[in-house]
Nanobody
Framework: QVQLVESGGGLVQPGGSLRLSCAAS????????MGWYRQAPGKQRELVAI???????ASADSVKGRFTISRDNAKNTVYLQMNSLKPEDTAVYYC???????????WGQGTQVTVSS
């Protein structure tokens, strides 16, 4: 079993910044991806950014240049630094971890990010 604990969501004004954290514990393969997805009301869940244990990164075009994903492999923790936030970034953000050895994936409980003046 793998447990994911997210933190860092909240309310911020347009142009502001937030940092999300997700700490994973349990049976995690050393070969994995860790990252973030988001889901806005009435929309499908979408990829925000992921980072492999080897350091490769993928992110949505809508967040490139504004969001930065990083991870601490020793702590099994992934971070999402979000700058220049826009109202359209408002969503529930979900941490996601995938074990690349067996394909098993895990989701966090979600943390709300609201960008509004």
């Amino acid at each position: 079993q793998v447990q994911l604990v997210e933190s860092g969501g909240g309310l911020v004004q347009p142009g502001g910044s937030l940092r999300l954290s997700c700490a994973a514990s349990g049976s995690i393969s050393s070969i994995n991806t860790m990252g973030w997805y988001r889901q806005a009301p009435g929309k499908q869940r979408e990829l925000v950014a992921i980072k492999t244990s080897g350091g490769n990164t993928a992110s949505a075009d809508s967040v490139k240049g504004r969001f930065t994903i990083s991870r601490d492999n020793a702590k099994n923790t992934v971070y999402l630094q979000m700058n220049s936030l826009k109202p359209e970034d408002t969503a529930v953000y979900y941490c996601h971890v995938k074990n690349l050895r067996n394909g098993q994936a895990y989701w966090g409980q979600g943390t709300q990010v609201t960008v509004s003046s």
